[in-house]
């Protein structure tokens, strides 16, 4: 069975950092694609960040892009977004996504979310 | 970037209603999209990959059609579980982008 545990949300001030992980069973973890996905209190989804399965290739919303950083540990078949200069707009549920694979970059299975909230 | 554009952001039926939900891409994504189901509280669910294959145990009163820039998503018979938000998702390029969401609410 396929499960995603994300964790590492906490409440963190304006402008500082935080790093989530997500952790991957069920299946071969360096085989896939991964994505990471947010969602605001009370708002629609938002793509975040995508990584390769060996993490050679990144890419990023335009609104987190310079500011967040996605990585992988395929040996932990663990997945990680490094958040800097977080801003109140940051306050999400941010989830950890299972790409489809075969170039296909929809999310078959996704975890039940962090919460990240960005207030004084 | 593509800008996704869901219809209606509201949908009001009642239990057997045929449902319509409506997405257009603002430029053409052939037929790389996907329709997810979310309920409160809880994580999205794929329903339709590519626009119109069902993903594995969906059941078959929901079907998804379109190509190019324009979508649909329709539930043949509204089941009391089917009340939900819907997002649409396309996947033509890398930075995937989803609608904003249809709410469908029991009339």
């Known amino acids: 069975e396929v499960q995603l545990v994300e964790s590492g949300g906490v409440v963190v001030q304006p402008g500082g950092s935080l790093r989530l992980s997500c952790a991957a069973s069920?299946?071969?973890?360096?085989?896939?694609?991964m994505h990471w996905v947010r969602q605001a209190p009370g708002k629609g989804l938002e793509w975040v960040s995508l990584?390769?399965?060996?993490?050679?290739?990144?890419y990023y919303a335009d609104s987190v892009k310079g500011r967040f950083t996605i990585s992988r540990d395929n040996s932990k078949n663990s997945l990680y977004l490094q958040m800097n200069s977080l801003r109140a707009e940051d306050t999400a549920l941010y989830y950890c996504?299972?790409?489809?694979?075969?170039?296909?970059?929809?999310?078959?299975?996704w975890g039940q979310g962090t919460l990240v909230t960005v207030s004084s | 970037d593509i800008q996704m554009t869901q219809s209606p952001s509201t949908l009001s039926a009642s239990v057997g209603d045929r449902v319509t939900i409506t997405c257009r891409a603002s430029?053409?994504?052939?037929?790389?999209l996907a329709w997810y189901q979310q309920k409160p509280g809880k994580a999205p669910k794929l329903l339709i990959y590519?626009?119109?294959s069902l993903e594995s145990g969906v059941p078959s009163r929901f079907s998804g059609s379109g190509s190019g820039t324009e979508f649909t998503l329709t539930i043949s018979s509204l089941q009391p579980d089917d009340f939900a938000t819907y997002y649409c998702?396309?996947?033509?390029?890398?930075?995937?982008?989803f609608g904003q969401g249809t709410k469908v609410e029991i009339k």
């Open positions: 996504a299972k790409d489809m694979g075969t170039g296909d970059r929809y999310f078959d299975y």
């Open positions: 069920g299946f071969t973890f360096d085989d896939y694609a």
């Open positions: 990584i390769s399965w060996d993490g050679g290739s990144t």
């Open positions: 430029q053409s994504i052939s037929s790389w």
């Open positions: 590519k626009a119109s």
């Open positions: 998702q396309q996947y033509n390029s890398y930075l995937g982008t």
